[in-house]
T-cell receptor
Framework: ETGVTQTPRHLVMGMTNKKSLKCEQH?????MYWYKQSAKKPLELMFV???????ENNSVPSRFSPECPNSSHLFLHLHTLQPEDSALYLC??????????????FGPGTRLTVT | AQSVTQLDSHVSVSEGTPVLLRCNYS??????LFWYVQHPNKGLQLLLK??????LVKGINGFEAEFKKSETSFHLTKPSAHMSDAAEYFC???????????FGAGTRLTVKP
């Protein structure tokens, strides 16, 4: 499989559950990102990893916990979420973190619903 | 810090007519500018990008955009809309000075038969 893949594509979880989102990129990139996309709001950057090191954390609540074991894989661990956390969570990768000349390649997203 | 404004939240055109999606930006340094498209339940796909080379940029699927520094604009155009162009379009600015990408709120393009 090529590009950026995300699993699961859809997830419904209760507020007391613990779940994880997975992202994998097959592009040989060194940077990976998590974004949150809510209805009628601009895309929100959550976390940035460059060469497995976290370089950005945009004031994301601690109920979201990222993990980057290597440059190809990125996880988002979820626990005790709130209904307002329901959104499309997008993973992206690029050759380097936030280098302005590089575009980002996006996965299809995980549609998360918190009940 | 840089910012981007997409002037229309929704644009509706008839199939075969031109498309214009407007984007204005602000930047302290030399910006890179991007247009992405998102079809329903899909991730974002790059249409085209400007990175200080030619000001008229051609992208995929017949889209193009022109960087106009004097107007701080990067409008997306296509001569003839196709039904498959119906999607959400995002303008993105990235500032050389602070390595940060800012996404616009998006423009939803509807194409009528």
């Amino acid at each position: 499989e090529t590009g950026v893949t995300q699993t699961p594509r859809h997830l419904v979880m209760g507020m007391t559950n613990k779940k994880s989102l997975k992202c994998e990129q097959h592009l040989g990139h060194n940077a990976m990102y998590w974004y949150k996309q809510s209805a009628k709001k601009p895309l929100e950057l959550m976390f940035v990893y460059n060469f497995k090191e976290q370089t950005e954390n945009n004031s994301v609540p601690s109920r979201f916990s990222p993990e980057c074991p290597n440059s190809s894989h990125l996880f988002l661990h979820l626990h005790t979420l709130q209904p307002e956390d329901s959104a499309l969570y997008l993973c992206a990768s690029s050759p380097e973190a936030l280098a302005t000349v590089y575009e980002q390649y996006f996965g299809p997203g995980t549609r998360l619903t918190v009940t | 810090a840089q910012s981007v404004t997409q002037l229309d939240s929704h644009v509706s055109v008839s199939e075969g007519t031109p498309v214009l999606l407007r984007c204005n930006y602000s930047s302290s340094y030399s910006p890179s500018l991007f247009w992405y498209v998102q079809h329903p339940n899909k991730g974002l796909q790059l249409l085209l990008k400007y990175t200080s080379a030619a000001t008229l940029v051609k992208g995929i699927n017949g889209f193009e955009a022109e960087f106009k520094k004097s107007e701080t604009s990067f409008h997306l155009t296509k001569p003839s809309a196709h039904m498959s162009d119906a999607a959400e379009y995002f303008c993105v600015v990235s500032d050389l000075g602070n390595n940060d990408m800012r996404f616009g709120a998006g423009t939803r393009l509807t194409v009528k038969p």
